[in-house]
């Protein structure tokens, strides 16, 4: 468990137990309770992400996209500016 998480857990944990009137002998009960509400917290958070995700791309104009080849093309030429020259033919 991370440090961040577990200082999370702790933090509602307290809270569970200043909300039920801070009766002592409940602090497990508390820890068990804010470890699920973390949990749910977060899953409730990943499935909402990829449509939040979605919905963003979808308003978001697309770029253009590069001609097919262009790439090669270029690559072609650098590596043709480093081959040595030909001489030419005398014919």
Do not use: C
């Not at 200082?7 to 200043?18: I, S, T």
């Not at 043709?80 to 033919?89: D, G, H, N, V, Y």
């Amino acid at each position: 468990m991370s440090n961040r998480h577990h200082e999370r857990v702790q933090e509602r944990a307290y809270h569970l137990w200043r909300e039920s009137g801070g009766e002592h002998g409940r602090a497990f009960d508390h820890w068990l309770q804010a470890e699920e509400e973390i949990r749910t917290d977060r899953a409730e958070a990943a499935e909402a992400e990829p449509a939040k995700a979605k919905a963003k791309s979808a308003k978001a104009p697309k770029k253009a996209e590069k001609a097919p080849g262009k790439g090669a093309k270029a690559a072609s030429k650098e590596a043709s500016k480093s081959r040595p020259k030909r001489p030419a033919s005398s014919a």
